[in-house]
């Protein structure tokens, strides 16, 4: 499992995020790297995050994007998008978790 935090000088098309691009190992589940890239991008240890399952149900998440050890079919056209710790968070069937921090509001 690896991560790379890029800065986007005007983020995502329409924001201004620190992003971190979290690729699963072969084993590692989906729900699992949700939580280390959320931390990762808000610097936060895991511990303290809310719980995930009252975002997105881990286990549908973990079934619909399967560990590549374990995959009987090819998933790069699937992406799951959601909101977890005011993060905004795309998993995607090709092995990447992808996590924006949220934009500063000025407040």
């Known amino acids: 499992m690896s991560y790379h935090r890029d800065f986007h000088p005007g983020g995502t098309p329409e924001t201004d995020a620190d992003t971190i691009t979290h690729v699963r190992g072969d084993d590692d589940r989906p729900s699992y790297s949700v939580v280390v890239a959320v931390a990762a991008v808000t610097g936060t240890n ?6 995930l399952c009252d ?53």
Do not use: Q
Not at 46 to 51: H, I, N, S, T
Not at 57 to 64: F, T
Not at 74 to 89: K, Q, Y
């Open 46 to 51: 895991p511990d303290e995050l809310g719980p």
């Open 55 to 107: 975002t997105i149900d881990p286990d549908a998440l973990d079934r619909l994007i399967e560990p590549a050890a374990h995959r009987t079919t090819h998933l790069s056209n699937v992406r799951v998008g959601f909101e977890f710790n005011g993060c905004d968070v795309f998993v995607y069937g090709d092995g990447r978790t992808v996590v924006s921090s949220p934009e500063d509001d000025g407040t």
